[in-house]
């Protein structure tokens, strides 16, 4: 396009026009400057107070918004494929639960099957709870593909996001809150392109976090029971984490439970909160009992008895002198092997505390930090004070686990959006063009990422990617899986894949991973255990062709088995 012929370089000498980066940037912002001055009070503004108080119009607009944009980005940026163990681990729960089983038989030649985060005995399972498996497997079986699942929570998330500040803050605000999550959690973010999770846990917090004000309000047993519905599916996506959020809704109740009034109300309302619990707990234990035997032991649990602490989070010897440790991984490393005492533990969790700030990024845009002292401002009053503490108990508790993730602590994502409405609401009481114009900023940053994935193969585009920080769109996407899946396409008939690494190999890029049913899908991941082992599962697999690959092998090698 003739267009983007003026932004084939950003040094000056080398475009039509004489223009360097900054110049660039500085004409992108007068023009998004200019486009919302003639926009947003004309004609934006008036639309938006006229929705706003529309409770269903709107969750169905930030329903349906996250979800077309994404899809609008498929020519460029395809289907998902899962890449990380963690998403190995969803996807199997998701094929088991989709066939209406808890867990799957254990297969006979089950060594050959062995890989990190699946239980081979006393069932062949993943060992994660069910919460994330439901949602992949609902979109599976409505959309015939897991991906569907993950649009789905990203939808509910969006949605009641704005449902939930409803409870918090004005109708306009509460709109400015549900698009601020179509931008930061939406097509551009990690949990939109992955399958580990996020979203879905995220949507349970808000239907949590927006029923409880609702509740000390009206006292109604509808919100009882939504308040039960999504504490009992954050139970089922990040049991440790529940905890946290059972604490944090109990620091929401303490002022209520001293006044009588209050607490009686409360107490004509818990019933309906315990009956709606228990499906929820009922599934928790049932899956317990089918994958472990055990109604009481968690298959996590039976995971790290059987095989450790799960490959990656901690270090069972020393490392050896060329093995590199990140920040983290030598915290852990140190808090796991420490013999110093308490206080050095203690140093180490603290030190942990402050690496993992930085990730916190990831609830907030750039921008919005400016909001952060108007919410100070806002914490005069105890429910925000309460927000604050809500934050930090998620902050402090899950430091306590050795690795971290954002969806870690996904439960809690609403409260970083109302924190940051929360503090836009002070900004605008002095100075409403600056509350205003922090917001278009955090718009314009959307657009123009946004806008540099929708034209994803022009020159402007790849020249600036390398400057985006915090997306999780799949331009790093598993290329070596991708390119070795559609050379199997390729192949006819039923496939045995015998997968041989080389001695160098990062046990962290795991290759095996099967469906629910292996004896019935068409392609068969198997450990190479050598020669006279393999004949094993080849008389085993008579009607299928053999293959080996070598995945350490640049690019990976797929040749006929010898």
């Given at each position: 396009?003739?267009?983007?012929?003026?932004?084939?370089?950003?040094?000056?000498?080398?475009?039509?026009?004489?223009?360097?980066?900054?110049?660039?940037?500085?004409?992108?912002?007068?023009?998004?400057?200019?486009?919302?001055?003639?926009?947003?009070?004309?004609?934006?503004?008036?639309?938006?107070?006229r929705l706003a108080p529309k409770t269903a119009w709107c969750m169905l607009l930030l329903a349906v918004l996250p979800v077309l944009l994404r899809v609008a980005l498929l020519p460029h940026h395809?289907?998902?494929?899962?890449?990380?163990?963690?998403?190995f681990g969803h996807l199997l729960m998701a094929d088991t639960l989709r066939h209406f089983r808890l867990s799957n038989p254990t297969h006979p030649l089950h060594p050959f099957f062995e890989t990190q985060f699946v239980l081979q005995e006393p069932s062949y399972s993943s060992i994660y709870p069910p919460g994330q498996g439901l949602i992949l497997a609902l979109g599976w079986m409505i959309f015939g593909h897991p991906w569907a699942g993950v649009l789905l929570a990203t939808?509910?998330?969006?949605?009641?996001c704005y449902w939930m500040l409803r409870a918090w803050v004005t109708p306009g605000w509460a709109?400015?809150?549900?698009?601020?999550?179509?931008?930061?959690?939406?097509?551009?973010?990690?949990?939109?392109?992955?399958?580990?999770?996020?979203?879905?846990?995220?949507a349970a917090g808000c239907l949590v976090f927006g029923a409880l004000p609702r509740l000390l309000r009206d006292g109604r047993p509808r919100d009882a029971v939504l308040l039960a519905v999504g504490f009992g599916m954050h139970v089922l996506i990040r049991p440790y984490e529940s905890i946290f959020l059972a604490l944090g809704a109990l620091l929401f109740l303490i002022p209520a439970l001293s006044k009588k009034g209050e607490w009686r109300t409360l107490a004509r309302v818990a019933p309906a909160t315990g009956l709606a619990l228990l499906p929820f707990a009922g599934l928790l234990l049932l899956q317990d009992r089918f994958v472990t035997g055990n109604w009481f032991t968690l298959p996590y649990t039976a995971s790290r008895y059987q095989y450790g602490v799960p490959a990656g989070f901690?270090?069972?010897?020393?490392?050896?002198?060329?093995r590199e440790l990140n920040r983290e991984q030598a915290l852990n490393y140190r808090m796991q092997l420490s013999f110093r005492g308490a206080r050095e533990t203690v140093t180490t969790?603290?030190?942990?505390?402050?690496?993992?700030?930085?990730?916190?990024?990831?609830?907030?845009?750039?921008?919005?930090?400016?909001?952060?002292p108007g919410f100070f401002w806002a914490m005069r009053e105890y429910r925000f004070v309460w927000v604050a503490l809500t934050l930090a108990l998620f902050a402090l508790g899950s430091n306590f686990y050795p690795n971290f993730e954002p969806h870690y602590i996904a439960g809690v994502t609403s409260l970083f959006v109302l924190a940051a409405i929360a503090g836009l609401e002070r900004w605008e009481r002095l100075n409403k063009d600056a509350a205003q114009l922090i917001a278009f900023v955090c718009v314009a940053s959307f657009v123009f990422w946004y806008g540099m994935h929708l034209f994803d193969s022009q020159p402007?585009?790849?020249?600036?990617?390398?400057?985006?920080?915090?997306?999780?769109?799949?331009?790093?996407?598993?290329?070596?899986?991708?390119?070795?899946?559609?050379?199997?396409?390729?192949?006819?008939g039923k496939l045995l894949v015998f997968v041989r690494y080389y001695p160098q190999h990062l046990f962290q890029e795991e290759w095996v991973y099967n469906r629910a049913d292996i004896d019935g899908a068409r392609v068969v991941w198997a450990r190479d255990l050598g020669m006279d082992e393999n004949e094993k599962l080849r008389a085993y697999y008579k009607d299928r062709s053999v293959w080996l690959l070598e995945p350490d092998f640049r690019p990976p090698r797929l040749t006929p088995y010898p």
């Open positions: 396009m003739f267009l983007f012929d003026f932004f084939r370089s950003f040094l000056p000498l080398h475009n039509p026009i004489g223009f360097g980066a900054s110049d660039f940037f500085l004409l992108a912002l007068a023009g998004l400057l200019a486009a919302a001055a003639l926009l947003w009070r004309p004609w934006l503004q008036p639309w938006a107070a395809p289907v998902p494929s899962p890449d990380v163990y963690d998403e939808a509910a998330l969006c949605a009641l709109l400015a809150g549900g698009f601020l999550a179509v931008i930061e959690f939406g097509p551009l973010n990690q949990w939109m392109n992955s399958y580990w999770g996020g979203a879905a846990a995220a901690t270090f069972q010897s020393p490392p050896g002198p060329h969790y603290f030190e942990r505390l402050e690496y993992r700030v930085r990730f916190y990024r990831f609830f907030f845009l750039a921008p919005l930090y400016l909001a952060l402007v585009s790849q020249a600036i990617r390398q400057y985006e920080t915090w997306d999780g769109l799949n331009h790093q996407n598993p290329a070596k899986r991708i390119a070795v899946k559609q050379q199997l396409a390729m192949l006819p």
